[in-house]
């Protein structure tokens, strides 16, 4: 019953590298477009007349926005595929930016970043989408991981180029042209990007009730009516019911929003008015947080990848150094942190972003095809909801404290604290399934593989796992199996 899929694993490939990385590319410019606000904080407040908290608000909607579109962009991939939902997103958060550009008050500045969240949320999870569909399954970590690599080189352009054009011909002419980049990208994703490779489509026998899981006899009836309530909640339902897309998301709830909170508004700020230093030192702090994390994020693919049990041991080992190090900082005697130390922080809030791609490899494996964009939406809800929670409260604490960095960025270690506990409570449930989920799979696949050695183990071995119900042993080869297992299907 496995044959099926194996056949169907995508090959990869220079045509797979090309088409993902289209997608990659529109990445690349909505991450610039969503983090230029983090180097012109303190521009704005000034263009806008704005205290700390109104000056939050422009981040806090964006992520507002795009939390709230995550599980209704996984729906739109799941049922509408790739392309349409880049290019959508790719037209929205290009004229985001645009008004961002051209807006000349606060409230109509506030617009135009909720349009851009709504155009960025389309991006991510079409891309991991992406890597589902042109790659085989055992790659899927480290592409994970490469998307978000290239993630960040989209917050380097802001820091190292846009932060000195703002400065240099002024915030109309810098958010406009950094606009264009926008409809570059837009042309070859239009004229060259497809969802999947020729004969690789996605598992259309699915939603027909084809028995490809154990959802697939309820879903079939959806296939021409997917956009009903009943197909959405059904979605919805069936992803969150898995531990693995629960713990998926609290792992990114965890660990990116200390690095997301510093670098997409308060790092600025807090590197100039609490610790005294020049904006182009600051902009090289934020500069060595992105360096950081694309030098570790294919390190934290590759152990992912090779050893899937180091993947708890990552994220909380990541959440612990970071927790460290923030409270190194803020308790440091005296006003201001020696500049070590801060170079330190820098380097360790660089783990966070790849530590939060270890999510997605807790839900991937456990959801079949036609689940995977709904639940990657609920995963990537996590970080961004932590990041909102936080960038609010710290505007709130600072202009209830007289901008006191050090109880402002207290809240840092209460979300930490709540991710923490979420991880450990449902740890064993989604581990166990996993387990469980490959143990069915492996039987499986014995006969097929060595036909002449175990003749004889083929009947009695198969009933005996055949009446667990059928739909289990089918999401491991459909859903994006664990690397090593995966390894083993390809052979």
């Given at each position: 019953?496995?044959?099926?899929?194996?056949?169907?694993?995508?090959?990869?490939?220079?045509?797979?590298?090309?088409?993902?990385?289209?997608?990659?590319?529109?990445?690349?410019?909505?991450?610039?477009?969503?983090?230029?606000?983090?180097?012109?904080?303190?521009?704005?407040?000034?263009?806008?007349?704005?205290?700390?908290?109104?000056?939050?608000?422009?981040?806090?909607?964006?992520?507002?926005?795009?939390?709230?579109?995550?599980?209704?962009?996984?729906?739109?991939?799941?049922?509408?595929?790739?392309?349409?939902?880049?290019?959508?997103?790719?037209?929205?958060?290009?004229?985001?930016?645009?008004?961002?550009?051209?807006?000349?008050?606060?409230?109509?500045?506030?617009?135009?970043?909720?349009?851009?969240?709504?155009?960025?949320?389309?991006?991510?999870?079409?891309?991991?989408?992406?890597?589902?569909?042109?790659?085989?399954?055992?790659?899927?970590?480290?592409?994970?991981?490469?998307?978000?690599?290239?993630?960040?080189?989209?917050?380097?352009v802001s820091t190292l180029v846009l932060a000195p054009v703002l400065h240099g011909v002024g915030w109309t002419a810098a958010f406009a042209g950094s606009a264009v980049a926008?409809?570059?990208?837009?042309?070859?994703?239009?004229?060259?990007?497809?969802?999947?490779?020729?004969?690789?489509?996605?598992?259309?026998?699915?939603?027909?009730?084809?028995?490809?899981?154990?959802?697939?006899?309820?879903?079939?009836?959806?296939?021409?009516?997917?956009?009903?309530?009943?197909?959405?909640?059904?979605?919805?339902?069936?992803?969150?019911?898995?531990?693995?897309?629960?713990?998926?998301?609290?792992?990114?709830?965890?660990?990116?929003?200390?690095?997301?909170?510093?670098?997409?508004?308060?790092?600025?700020?807090?590197?100039?008015?609490?610790?005294?230093?020049?904006?182009?030192?600051?902009?090289?702090?934020?500069?060595?947080?992105?360096?950081?994390?694309?030098?570790?994020?294919?390190?934290?693919?590759?152990?992912?990848?090779?050893?899937?049990?180091?993947?708890?041991?990552?994220?909380?080992?990541?959440?612990?150094?970071?927790?460290?190090?923030?409270?190194?900082?803020?308790?440091?005697?005296?006003?201001?942190?020696?500049?070590?130390?801060?170079?330190?922080?820098?380097?360790?809030?660089?783990?966070?972003?790849?530590?939060?791609?270890?999510?997605?490899?807790?839900?991937?494996?456990?959801?079949?095809?036609?689940?995977?964009?709904?639940?990657?939406?609920?995963?990537?809800?996590?970080?961004?909801?932590?990041?909102?929670?936080?960038?609010?409260?710290?505007?709130?604490?600072?202009?209830?404290?007289?901008?006191?960095?050090?109880?402002?960025?207290?809240?840092?270690?209460?979300?930490?604290?709540?991710?923490?506990?979420?991880?450990?409570?449902?740890?064993?449930?989604?581990?166990?399934?996993?387990?469980?989920?490959?143990?069915?799979?492996?039987?499986?696949?014995?006969?097929?593989?060595?036909p002449a050695q175990t003749p004889a183990r083929t009947p009695v071995q198969a009933p005996a796992r055949t009446p667990v119900p059928e739909a289990e042993p089918e999401p491991?080869?459909?859903?994006?199996?664990?690397?090593?297992?995966?390894?083993?299907?390809?052979?």
């Amino acid at each position: 019953m496995t044959a099926p899929h194996l056949v169907k694993d995508p090959p990869g490939g220079r045509k797979a590298v090309a088409v993902w990385s289209i997608g990659v590319a529109v990445y690349f410019v909505a991450v610039i477009f969503r983090t230029s606000l983090g180097v012109a904080g303190l521009d704005a407040a000034d263009r806008f007349h704005v205290n700390a908290s109104a000056l939050a608000a422009f981040s806090l909607l964006q992520l507002l926005v795009y939390a709230g579109m995550q599980i209704p962009v996984g729906l739109m991939v799941d049922r509408l595929g790739t392309k349409k939902v880049l290019t959508l997103g790719a037209v929205l958060f290009t004229a985001g930016q645009l008004g961002f550009a051209l807006s000349p008050s606060y409230g109509m500045a506030l617009a135009a970043r909720a349009l851009l969240g709504c155009g960025d949320a389309m991006t991510f999870i079409s891309v991991l989408r992406l890597g589902t569909r042109w790659f085989p399954a055992r790659r899927g970590p480290l592409m994970a991981q490469l998307a978000g690599l290239v993630g960040m080189a989209g917050n380097l352009v802001s820091t190292l180029v846009l932060a000195p054009v703002l400065h240099g011909v002024g915030w109309t002419a810098a958010f406009a042209g950094s606009a264009v980049a926008g409809l570059v990208v837009l042309v070859p994703l239009v004229l060259f990007l497809r969802d999947h490779p020729e004969g690789h489509g996605p598992a259309q026998p699915a939603p027909r009730g084809a028995g490809v899981s154990g959802t697939s006899g309820t879903s079939g009836t959806s296939g021409a009516s997917g956009a009903s309530g009943g197909f959405v909640r059904r979605q919805i339902r069936e992803s969150w019911a898995e531990p693995g897309t629960r713990l998926g998301l609290w792992v990114h709830f965890t660990t990116q929003f200390p690095a997301m909170v510093f670098l997409l508004l308060w790092g600025m700020p807090f590197l100039i008015e609490a610790q005294g230093l020049s904006r182009t030192t600051a902009g090289g702090l934020l500069t060595l947080v992105v360096a950081s994390n694309m030098a570790l994020g294919l390190v934290y693919g590759q152990i992912v990848g090779r050893r899937q049990s180091s993947r708890i041991p990552l994220a909380l080992g990541t959440v612990g150094l970071t927790a460290l190090l923030w409270a190194s900082v803020l308790v440091h005697p005296g006003d201001r942190a020696p500049m070590w130390l801060l170079v330190t922080l820098c380097l360790v809030l660089g783990t966070c972003g790849p530590a939060s791609m270890i999510g997605f490899d807790f839900a991937r494996p456990a959801n079949p095809p036609e689940r995977q964009g709904t639940a990657s939406g609920i995963t990537n809800m996590g970080g961004f909801i932590a990041s909102m929670t936080t960038l609010l409260a710290v505007g709130v604490l600072l202009d209830a404290t007289g901008d006191n960095y050090r109880i402002a960025f207290s809240t840092v270690f209460v979300l930490e604290a709540v991710g923490i506990t979420q991880i450990l409570r449902l740890r064993p449930r989604a581990l166990a399934r996993e387990a469980a989920r490959n143990r069915l799979a492996i039987p499986a696949q014995t006969p097929a593989q060595t036909p002449a050695q175990t003749p004889a183990r083929t009947p009695v071995q198969a009933p005996a796992r055949t009446p667990v119900p059928e739909a289990e042993p089918e999401p491991v080869s459909g859903a994006c199996p664990l690397p090593e297992t995966a390894g083993r299907e390809a052979q």
